[in-house]
């Protein structure tokens, strides 16, 4: 964790911000639909921010569909 060792992290902070990742990456999932809808760069960037969320933070309950999710839309908007 990046934020280890600041004099301003605690555990406490930490643990919310860990909330704050995973809730963000569970309504991008859920509005998917509306970013792949829009025929441009937002499928993409929601796309990337699945992965990255995943890949990033394994310790997470979905983080491994997230990051399976993310690539195979990177994919597949990619061809």
Same mark, same amino acid.
């Given at each position: 964790?990046? $934020?280890?060792?600041?004099?301003?992290?605690?555990?406490? #902070?930490? *643990?919310? $911000?860990? *909330?704050? %990742?995973? %809730?963000?990456?569970?309504? %991008?999932?859920? +509005?998917?639909?509306?970013? $792949?809808? *829009?025929?441009?760069?937002?499928?993409?960037?929601?796309?990337?921010? =699945?992965?990255?969320? @995943?890949?990033?933070? !394994?310790? $997470? !309950?979905?983080?491994?569909?997230?990051? +399976?999710? @993310? =690539? #195979?839309? %990177?994919?597949?908007?990619?061809?």
């Amino acid at each position: 964790n990046g $934020l280890r060792g600041s004099k301003s992290s605690t555990l406490e #902070r930490e *643990q919310l $911000l860990g *909330q704050m %990742i995973s %809730i963000s990456a569970a309504r %991008i999932e859920v +509005n998917l639909y509306y970013a $792949l809808s *829009q025929k441009s760069n937002h499928g993409h960037s929601e796309a990337v921010g =699945l992965f990255t969320v @995943g890949a990033l933070f !394994p310790e $997470l !309950p979905h983080a491994k569909r997230w990051r +399976n999710k @993310g =690539l #195979r839309l %990177i994919n597949s908007l990619t061809r």
